[in-house]
């Protein structure tokens, strides 16, 4: 069983135009497809986020429940919640892309204005991952 | 200048209660003047009515100042009004400016009076005179106002205590001349000067405070036990202080210094100064007494209504209960506060001398004044000068002032009406009260602790 | 908003609330209901009708029309055990200045059959509230902080607090509004506070009450507040008409070919929509708490 993660794991902006909520399910997401919260992982129980950032519990319990939804938690009786294991297939992969389709649709519509072509754009994006992989080993 | 003359006429009418108030003392000097020339024509009968009118108008002239008085105090402690420069300096001028137009005023509506009824000794005779009067009398008791209601306690009985002696000396008032000098000069004089000294402190002193915070300030409150009743808690929160008994004694110490410092010059004055003249008039230490408990009682209601929002929800109690706590807790304070005082006053009327008139019809007066005062303590819920109250008070000023000119003994059985009166009055004033509590709206008397100038906290 | 059933388990429920005082409307049909277990932020400018309004649900004022009622009871005259069940802590605060603290919160236990005297005596400590000097000599700090203790010490179910933190520094805001958050912990425990201070507001309140000329522009979970308030910037390829006339846009500038509205009714489909609508660039940006007031009052 991996070691629990450090508290604060979380960056949550009670301002932001963002629900608390959705601040929480972006970022889990984010770590688990970055390999920082790893399948089996705990995550902090719904009082203790609360009390730590000194936000209503409603909006955290929200979060993990639509979190559990997607599958990306599950719950165990009488433990904290934890990371589901990940199933590389099918469902995951159009669920992961489907999270990042807000942010090609605006990377598209730049690009437009810019008067770019696809190639030169899809060049770009696998430069920019080959870094980004390369960086991570 | 223009702020000055904008703030002296302020002074008469910035609030609508004011303009009411000027309206009723044009209306009722119209009707005393009235009164007084039908009364010309039946020289035989003599009616009381053109006294109680003329008392009448006088006394909204003198609530028409008091409140203006009070006004100017109630401006001059704001923290905002403190920080604009000159601002003082313009009160004070405006303030002066605004008795001065009050007095021409007066003395230019007395003029249409004409000669129709001298009242010797009074001697309102020449136009000067009434004007210097007028002005004299105003300013001396704005100032009185503003020291009685001042920075320190002692400060206040002083003053009231040299005022005193003026009980004694009224025959200096009923001579034409004082010194050599006419009278209306003196008096002309004497309160311009006081007005200079008041408005050189004034405009000089630091921090003007608010009026009557020297009352406010409590003694160290003995140690309560932490263990308190739940009636004695309710108590507790609508008087808010730790008892009824507490607070009626500060009342009553109040007073009793007041009294006993007047006593005390009034026999000092007979015995190293009028040893041989006339005996010395003890009315006015009287008088204190009987007021005394008029206003205590006035006090304590008010203090009882406004506390009563507090205990709406925490006490759980319907608004009937809460009206009934408050009215027996009003009630106690007046058997506290009236018992000993009326009590004195009664044995000081048998024993000591008193100026000629019969002191029984005004201890009368005052005794039948008590319960409308109470009920009208009941019914001031915001924090503000009490101008119902004062009009009350004024009506029995009117009776009292209208015993002293009434010399057949039919008019003065008649004056008996007058406590009648007033009983019958404090029970409409119940009727009143107790439908204003059994449906209170407290968002209308919300306390409006920012800009009142009782919020001045000392730390 | 629920219309259903009277007797419900509504802790409050408002029912076009009106209230006029010297001819001027102060509230105007307010309908609205509050579960158990939810904390409502009321927020709106001064003199918006807050305090009237907290003034009217409690009892202290009769509606001048409709009908406000509090666990079920009118609110004009809530009963004995419904009062005991309120906790209330008023703008300015109704201590007492010749007591001491803990005089004053001995005359509150006095008054109450349910006292937490476990309770007191933690917060006392937490919160550093002097208990032996005299009301009259505390800071407007520690005053407001006796006046929310008396209005916790009986465990009431409803708590209600009118800028309950104006005067606090920050750290005993924040241990406030964590005391807060163990309080409304509970599901049968419901919370109303009216509130400036718009941070606080967003850390702790589930629902919001926005109020504006005595009128609710405003009543629902915040989070849906935010989802659905988003500033729309449109970049488009030909210059824009003056008037957009789209649906739910509450303010809008227009510039040539730039246009910058907010939109009160934000779903994600209607970016594509407005993209295909004016053949422009759309961007969105999404507005916080204080942002969103800002705009609903501009």
């Known amino acids: 069983m991996p070691p629990p993660p450090p508290p604060r794991i979380f960056t949550l902006e009670a301002t932001s135009g963002v629900p608390i909520y959705r601040q929480l399910i972006d970022q889990v997401r984010r770590l688990v497809a970055s390999g920082h919260l790893l399948p089996g992982a705990e995550l902090p129980s719904v009082r203790e986020v609360a009390a730590e950032y000194t936000v209503n519990p409603t909006t955290i319990s929200k979060a993990y429940g639509l979190l559990e939804l997607e599958g990306l938690v599950q719950r165990n009786r009488g433990k904290p919640m934890t990371i589901a294991p990940l199933r590389r297939n099918q469902q995951a992969l159009a669920q992961r892309l489907r999270q990042i389709e807000a942010q090609v649709d605006s990377l598209v519509l730049a690009a437009r204005q810019l008067d770019l072509r696809a190639t030169d754009l899809t060049a770009l994006i696998k430069q920019k991952m080959q870094e980004e992989y390369d960086e991570q080993r | 200048m223009n702020g000055v003359l904008r703030s002296a006429l302020q002074f008469y009418t910035r609030t609508r209660r004011q303009r009411w108030l000027l309206l009723a003392a044009l209306l009722l000097f119209v009707a005393a003047l009235v009164a007084a020339r039908l009364a010309c024509r039946c020289p035989r009968s003599v009616t009381p009515w053109p006294f109680l009118l003329g008392g009448l108008c006088a006394g909204a002239a003198t609530m028409i100042t008091l409140y203006s008085a009070w006004d100017f105090r109630r401006i001059s402690a704001l923290r905002t009004v403190f920080l604009i420069p000159h601002s003082r300096l313009q009160l004070a001028v405006g303030m002066f400016l605004a008795q001065l137009i009050a007095a021409a005023a007066g003395a230019g509506l007395m003029m249409l009076v004409g000669h129709a009824q001298p009242l010797s000794p009074l001697a309102w005779g020449s136009p000067r005179g009434t004007f210097e009067m007028l002005l004299g009398g105003a300013l001396s008791f704005v100032v009185l106002l503003q020291v009685v209601t001042g920075p320190s306690r002692i400060l206040s009985v002083v003053a009231l205590a040299l005022v005193a002696p003026l009980g004694v000396r009224v025959d200096l008032f009923m001579r034409p001349e004082i010194f050599g000098i006419p009278k209306a000069d003196v008096l002309a004089l004497a309160g311009i000067l006081a007005w200079l000294l008041f408005a050189a402190w004034y405009v000089i002193a630091w921090r003007p405070t608010a009026p009557l915070s020297a009352w406010s300030r409590g003694r160290e409150s003995a140690a309560a036990p932490l263990q308190v009743s739940r009636q004695s808690a309710i108590r507790v929160y609508l008087l808010g202080q730790t008892s009824l008994l507490r607070v009626s004694r500060q009342q009553i110490t109040t007073w009793m210094i007041y009294h006993v410092v007047i006593l005390a010059m009034l026999v000092g004055t007979q015995m190293l100064i009028a040893r041989h003249n006339f005996p010395a008039n003890y009315s006015m230490a009287i008088f204190i007494l009987m007021y005394a408990p008029v206003v205590g009682v006035n006090t304590i209601a008010g203090i009882a209504a406004r506390g009563s929002r507090r205990l709406w929800l925490c006490s759980g109690e319907t608004r009937k209960v809460l009206y009934a706590t408050a009215a027996r807790l009003a009630w106690q304070s007046m058997a506290l506060l009236g018992i000993p005082l009326f009590g004195l006053a009664l044995i000081e009327i048998r024993f000591l001398p008193h100026a000629g008139s019969d002191m029984l019809f005004s201890l009368a007066i005052c005794i039948t004044l008590t319960p409308g005062a109470l009920y009208l303590g009941l019914l001031n819920f915001r924090r503000r000068l009490n101008l119902p109250f004062l009009a009350l008070y004024m009506v029995a000023v009117a009776a009292l002032f209208a015993e002293l000119f009434v010399e057949s003994p039919r008019g003065k059985q008649l004056l008996w009406i007058a406590p009648v009166a007033l009983v019958a009055i404090s029970c409409v004033l119940r009727a009143l009260a107790r439908r204003r509590w059994y449906g209170i709206d407290w968002l209308q008397f919300r306390a409006e602790r920012e800009t009142a100038p009782f919020a001045l906290r000392r730390v | ?298």
Not at chain 3, 35 to 46: A, F, H, R, T, Y
Not at chain 3, 131 to 157: C, F, N, W
Not at chain 3, 194 to 218: C, F, N
Not at chain 3, 227 to 246: K, Q
Request: zero cysteines.
């Open chain 3, 1 to 298: 908003m629920n219309n259903g059933d009277a007797s419900g388990s509504a802790v409050i429920s408002l029912r076009e609330l009106g209230k006029v005082i010297g001819g001027k409307a102060i509230l105007s049909n307010i309908s609205v209901d509050i579960e158990p277990g939810s904390i409502v932020g009321l927020l709106g400018k001064n003199g918006a009708g807050k305090t009237s309004l907290i003034d009217v649900l409690l009892g202290f004022s009769p509606p001048s029309s409709g009908s406000s009622r509090v666990f079920g009871e009118s609110s004009f005259n809530l009963p004995a055990a419904t009062k005991g069940r309120i906790g209330f802590v008023p703008q300015q605060d109704e201590l007492l200045d010749s007591l001491t603290g803990a005089q004053q919160l001995a005359l509150n236990a006095a008054l109450h059959p349910v006292w937490d005297e476990g309770l007191i005596a933690r917060l006392i400590r937490e919160w550093e509230v002097p208990l032996d000097r005299k009301i009259q000599v505390l800071s407007g700090g520690e005053r407001q902080k006796l006046a929310t203790l008396l209005a916790l010490g009986h465990e009431p179910d409803l708590l209600v607090l009118d800028e309950p933190a104006s005067s606090l520094d920050p750290v005993a805001r924040r241990q406030f509004l964590r005391e807060l958050l163990e309080i409304a912990e509970s599901p049968t425990r419901t919370v109303l506070f009216s509130t400036h201070i718009v941070s606080d507001l967003e850390r702790v309140a589930s629902k919001v009450w926005i109020i504006r000329d005595g009128r609710l522009v405003w009543a629902g979970d915040l989070d849906t507040l935010k989802e659905s308030v988003v500033r729309v910037t449109l970049l488009a390829r030909d210059p824009v008409p003056a008037n957009l006339s789209i649906d739910g846009a509450v303010s809008q500038r227009t510039d040539g070919r730039r246009a910058q509205l907010v939109l009160t009714d934000w779903r994600d489909a209607r970016q594509r929509e407005l993209a295909d609508r004016f053949g422009a660039d759309v961007t969105i940006e999404r507005l916080g708490l204080e942002e969103i007031f800002l705009e609903l009052h501009a």
